[in-house]
């Protein structure tokens, strides 16, 4: 059976090198494919050797023949995924904090607009909520009533027992 991909004993060597110098795991499994289907294995032993499906395999050898070694190797994961940093998304909460000292109320509503406006698409309903976190802003709401504040039926009472 003809391989539509070919791989050269050049890129053989490549693969190799790139074997020798990985320290993870699933990276060293995109390696074994390309390694295995440069020794000339079928999609079977793959199969077998890796526990990838076939449309996988197909698509990490694809993968390396149109973006190269670099990309199979490459860590995607992890990482910072923050749309602003630190400094940009403290300049967007400084409007806030004015308004706030100035006794209006602040509501993460309108700072989520803001903050969407700012980045140019929509967030998830609690991204916001780890910003105002990151930033040391807590949850204070006014309370419409004295927790500890007694009922009216005591008020009245407490006015006909008192002398006046």
Same mark, same amino acid.
């Given at each position: 059976?003809?391989?539509?991909?070919?791989?050269?004993?050049?890129?053989?060597?490549?693969?190799?090198?790139?074997?020798? $110098?990985?320290? =993870?795991?699933?990276? !060293?499994?995109?390696? &074994?494919? @390309?390694?295995?289907?440069?020794?000339? #294995?079928?999609?079977?032993?793959?199969?077998?050797?890796?526990?990838?499906?076939?449309?996988?395999?197909?698509?990490?050898?694809?993968?390396?023949?149109?973006?190269?070694?670099?990309?199979?190797?490459?860590?995607?994961?992890?990482? $910072?995924?923050? =749309?602003?940093?630190? !400094?940009?998304e403290? &300049?967007? @909460?400084?409007?806030?904090?004015?308004? #706030?000292?100035?006794?209006?109320?602040?509501?993460?509503?309108?700072?989520?607009?803001?903050?969407?406006?700012?980045?140019?698409?929509?967030?998830?309903?609690?991204?916001?909520?780890?910003?105002?976190?990151?930033?040391?802003?807590?949850?204070?709401?006014?309370?419409?009533?004295?927790?500890?504040?007694?009922?009216?039926?005591?008020?009245?009472a407490?006015?006909?027992?008192?002398?006046?």
């Amino acid at each position: 059976m003809k391989m539509k991909y070919q791989i050269t004993a050049e890129q053989k060597q490549e693969i190799e090198r790139a074997r020798k $110098n990985n320290k =993870n795991k699933k990276t !060293e499994n995109r390696l &074994k494919v @390309l390694y295995l289907r440069a020794e000339g #294995a079928s999609y079977k032993e793959i199969i077998k050797a890796t526990g990838y499906s076939k449309a996988n395999i197909a698509k990490i050898i694809k993968l390396y023949f149109e973006k190269g070694l670099e990309d199979i190797t490459a860590n995607k994961y992890g990482g $910072n995924h923050r =749309n602003l940093n630190y !400094e940009e998304e403290e &300049k967007l @909460l400084q409007y806030f904090v004015k308004k #706030a000292e100035q006794g209006q109320i602040v509501e993460t509503k309108e700072i989520k607009e803001r903050y969407e406006q700012t980045i140019g698409h929509t967030i998830g309903r609690g991204q916001i909520y780890y910003v105002l976190k990151r930033h040391g802003w807590r949850k204070i709401m006014p309370r419409s009533k004295h927790p500890k504040k007694a009922d009216e039926e005591a008020i009245e009472a407490s006015k006909k027992l008192s002398k006046s």
